[in-house]
């Protein structure tokens, strides 16, 4: 236990196993949905035939996201969590399987790609540098806006929110008991960190799904809860037969042939692969500011120290997740649910790890947490983050704007790769416009140009038919 203390360094760091397990575990419970959602994606519905089979991509997204895990806090030691991206699967399953015909073995070959490009600009550098590169006031606008981008997915898994008829968003369905057990979660949540009592996100989950059981039990079906959830598993133990990893390390024959399919031109596979890696490039950059910056990891000019070992692992993600056919695995913004249950070392990344691991033995008991008994901890988690706005300088329209743009893109758009973009791209025309171009770093310059590119591609797709 003392060589396991040391090598994590709890003393340092101000934590205790205690701390580490309980901010493991609340991390797993906040984004154990993506264990089902990812195959929901990859799939079902209309990739039902034409994407991986449904049963080993469940498998493949728990030991994907163990694996990464758990070498992220041996590597990095920092409680960062990785598991198969939202948003980035949803581009492997709609636009290259159904929109573009790839089989799911190219898709995932691209994605494979891709990060091993990522690989390249970490390991020459050039990825640490851009970060580097950020202003101090873009970085604390990217972790505010991070903080209402969780926040808003919170109120829109509890219900709270959805998507409106003539408006994009209006006030959910309120007379669910699915949104019953939102409200209690949210309810015990708050007055548990009021009273700042520990554990108070996890004891709010544990809570809200016993609830949901209930409500479940009483109402049935028309309590609003996803398929699966809030029921007692018949079947404890999922079976693991060898047909259950039957898509570990499938995409290597696709490796080379992607490149040369009759359908599709280089080029546009270059263009899928360069849009793939910049969304992958600043989400992750922007989790690992974002979280960092909860956890009081960065120095004073918003640096997370030894972050190079960060987005080493990180980079393996999208490699190891295009290979076991799961889509990149990225770093997790649900790791600020751990961070603020205390978790400050990589052995709350290794209990994630592990807890994983464990999942693919007993995925349908990890399925009774329903989405509505997790987004009170998410909401909660994007109070806590936002709270960083009060360090912010709010000085001229060429310092402020780009902040506002960052922060308010991310949750508009469902994505944290847009929100940085538009900041950046602002900030950079604002300060030329000034006449205040030298305080830009080049890079700065290069990524933004890279960024209108990125803005750029569906219209240059569209028009010269790529």
């Not at 609340?26 to 089979?53: D, K, R």
């Not at 992220?72 to 949803?90: S, T, W």
């Not at 190219?106 to 050039?126: H, Y």
């Not at 008991?177 to 979660?185: D, H, I, N, R, S």
Request: glycine share 12%; hydrophobic share 55%; charged share 10%.
């Amino acid at each position: 236990m003392n060589a396991i203390a040391a090598y994590f360094r709890l003393d340092e760091r101000g934590t205790t196993f205690g701390t580490e397990l309980r901010a493991g575990l609340t991390t797993f419970m906040v984004m154990a949905y993506i264990i089902f959602v990812n195959p929901n994606i990859l799939s079902t519905g209309p990739l039902e035939g034409s994407g991986p089979p449904f049963l080993p991509t469940v498998v493949a997204t728990a030991l994907t996201a163990g694996i990464l895990t758990i070498a992220m806090g041996l590597v990095a030691n920092y409680p960062f969590a990785l598991a198969a991206g939202l948003g980035l699967n949803a581009v492997v399953a709609f636009n290259l399987i159904l929109g573009r015909g790839f089989s799911w073995q190219e898709a995932m070959a691209v994605i494979a790609w891709e990060g091993i490009i990522i690989l390249i600009l970490v390991l020459t550098g050039l990825r640490e540098a851009v970060m580097q590169a950020i202003p101090l006031g873009l970085k604390r606008a990217i972790a505010v806006g991070i903080g209402l981008f969780i926040l808003f997915i919170g109120l829109v898994q509890g219900g709270f929110v959805k998507a409106g008829t003539g408006t994009p968003v209006t006030l959910g369905d309120l007379t669910t008991p699915a949104f019953l057990t939102f409200v209690v979660g949210l309810v015990v949540a708050l007055a548990l960190m009021a009273r700042r009592v520990k554990g108070a996100l996890l004891i709010s989950i544990f809570v809200a799904t016993g609830v949901a059981i209930v409500l479940r039990a009483i109402y049935g079906d028309a309590a609003g809860f996803g398929p699966g959830q809030a029921v007692l598993p018949e079947r404890v133990v999922l079976d693991l037969g060898a047909d259950n990893f039957s898509t570990l390390l499938a995409p290597l024959g696709a490796m080379l042939t992607v490149w040369t399919r009759p359908e599709t031109s280089v080029i546009t596979v270059a263009l899928i692969v360069f849009s793939l890696m910049l969304a992958d490039f600043f989400d992750t950059m922007g989790t690992v500011i974002g979280v960092g910056e909860e956890a009081g990891f960065v120095d004073a000019e918003g640096r997370l120290p030894g972050i190079q070992r960060v987005l080493v692992v990180d980079s393996f993600g999208a490699i190891l997740g295009g290979l076991f056919s799961t889509s990149s695995n990225t770093t997790y913004i649900e790791s600020a649910a751990g961070v603020s249950e205390g978790g400050r070392t990589g052995l709350t990344s290794v209990v994630v790890g592990v807890l994983f691991l464990v999942s693919i033995l007993f995925a349908p008991v990890a399925g009774i947490v329903p989405a509505q008994a997790t987004a009170a901890a998410l909401v909660v988690v994007g109070y806590l983050m936002f709270t960083i706005a009060r360090d912010f300088d709010w000085g001229d329209i060429d310092d402020v704007f780009p902040a506002l743009a960052t922060m308010i893109v991310m949750p508009l758009t469902y994505s944290i790769t847009d929100g940085i973009a538009a900041g950046f791209i602002t900030y950079v025309f604002l300060k030329a416009v000034k006449g205040r171009s030298a305080e830009v770093h080049p890079l700065l310059w290069v990524v933004s140009a890279a960024f209108v590119v990125y803005f750029a591609i569906p219209w240059l797709q569209q028009t010269f038919n790529l």
